[in-house]
């Protein structure tokens, strides 16, 4: 989103070598072909959890709040480029950039990656179960799913690499895209009230959940990780910008489309029928259930394949992401680099290829997996719960505030550096999730 021209600088090349079509420094043309991060990234960001409250929003206003999903996807590419243009910017990973910030950047992250991860890895393991038990009601139940959904997590990111799991995450987002958009084409939108929806109106009641659509859906700490795959794919400096740009895009585009269809299935299938879900990712088992009575079980088996492509997605997307950004915290604060930097060949794909054999690597996706299967079994505990909502509430504001600071400053090359769209569109997700985490705070359990 900054305003700078497809200017490029020479670098070393990526850690994965020069393709076909490709230069030592980066593509000859931008090309369809190289996309892949940005799909990733809109898989592992869309929850269950997202397409619920979305869901909930177009059940109570209908197709009223259409305009915030629009903006929300706005932000979220504005953010996601930013963690991308400072990656291929600098040579240098985003925990670096933090690094130099102060020592309070490490002493939240090292808190957050911890707690969120346990929370975390109980809701993504029960989540990816809920569909397969609704779907083999006469199988194993949820506890055992989760569990198994959490070990298959777990080998299929120790034992591949970035390539292979790009692919996965692809035909999921596939199976997303067709199975929610065909179920918004199934409940037949209002095309002249969707099209209406797209000015800006906010209904007695609605702000929470404006804000919700706006700040909510794809936005996690898996958009930080985007930079991380960025470097996965073999993108290491400003010569791959352009390519980055379009990649993002299409991901946050595909990700809006995602939020219109949800909407419209709630707006047209329970706002008018006044059907109330359940919050959370049981949500969604509700919709099944109102799609198998309207449309019968086939429709309501395909959806729940698309629920569980949902959801499993996300599972597997943190397990590789977020360890990845757990592996080079660890490596940052071993080397002790924090203000002489990174090179490089430090952040580029043969280095991302070398941390996901590592051992804080692979010990984050062990956190991930083992020590939070112990919540399947208790009610998450009251402390727990408030560290975790504290934490995750400031994440986004933490994100968006830093690279502000970090794209305005020398840190980053002047020709790379912030124009006004993008200080205009990172300030205003900046006092956005300031908004929604002074609201989440407040509406946790004290």
């Keep these: 989103m900054a305003e700078t021209s497809g200017t490029t600088e020479s670098g070393p090349g990526a ?19 190289y996309i892949g991060p940005g799909i990733v990234v809109a898989a592992t960001g869309v929850g269950a959890g997202d397409l619920v409250a979305t869901l909930i929003a177009g059940s109570k206003f209908g197709y ?22 400072w990656h291929l910017a600098t040579g240098r990973t985003l925990f670096d950039g ?31 179960a809920l569909p397969i038990v609704a779907l083999f009601p006469d199988g194993p139940g949820l506890k055992t799913w989760a569990i198994i959904t959490g070990l298959i997590g777990l080998v299929f990111v120790w034992f591949n690499q970035y390539a292979v799991f790009e692919k996965v995450m692809t035909v999921l987002i596939g199976v997303m895209f067709v199975v929610v958009v065909y179920v918004a084409i199934r409940v037949v939108p209002d095309f002249g009230a969707s099209f209406a929806g797209l000015l800006p109106v906010l209904p007695d009641g609605s702000l ?18 985007y930079g991380y795959w960025v470097n996965a794919k073999g993108w290491s400096d400003s010569a791959w910008m352009k390519v980055m740009r379009i990649d993002n895009r299409v ?48 429709t309501a088996k395909l959806f729940l394949v698309g629920f569980f492509a949902t959801s499993f997605s996300s599972l597997i997307g943190v397990w590789h ?33 070398r941390q996901e054999r590592s051992v804080p690597f692979r010990a984050y996706l062990l956190w991930l997996t083992f020590p939070p299967m112990t919540l399947l079994w208790l009610d998450e505990p009251f402390g727990l719960v408030i560290g975790y909502g504290v934490l995750g509430a400031f994440f986004m504001p933490f994100l968006a505030l830093t690279l502000i600071w970090l794209l305005n400053s020398s840190r980053t090359p002047r020709e790379w550096r912030n124009g006004w769209l993008s200080n205009g569109m990172l300030g205003a997700a900046g006092l956005l999730f300031v908004v929604l985490c002074v609201q ?4 946790l359990p004290w």
Excluded at 15 to 33: D, F, H, L, N, Q
Excluded at 327 to 344: L, M
């Design 251 to 298: 991901a946050y585009i595909t990700t809006g489309i995602f939020v219109v269809a949800m909407l419209i299935v709630g707006a047209e299938l329970l706002h008018s029928s006044q059907i109330a879900l359940t919050q959370g990712d049981r949500g969604l088992i509700d919709l099944g259930k109102v799609l198998e009575d309207r449309f019968g079980a086939g």
């Design 64 to 85: 009223t709040l259409m305009w915030a999903a629009v903006i929300g996807c706005l932000v979220k590419i504005a953010l996601a480029e930013a963690v991308g243009r």
């Design 208 to 225: 929470v959940y404006t804000l919700g659509l706006i700040g909510g859906v794809g936005g996690t700490i898996t958009m930080a990780a």
């Design 15 to 33: 850690g994965t070598g020069a393709a076909a079509g490709e230069t030592a420094s980066g593509p000859r043309k931008s090309s369809w072909k």
């Design 321 to 353: 992401g977020v360890s990845l950004m757990f592996a080079d915290f660890v490596e940052r604060i071993r080397a002790g680099r924090g203000d002489a930097g990174a090179a490089v060949d430090k952040a580029g794909g043969g280095t991302v290829g």
């Design 98 to 128: 933090w690094r130099t910030l102060g020592g309070w950047t490490t002493g939240y992250f090292a808190v957050y990656v911890v707690v969120w991860g346990f929370v975390y890895g109980a809701t993504a393991m029960s989540s990816s």
């Design 440 to 443: 989440q705070v407040r509406d």
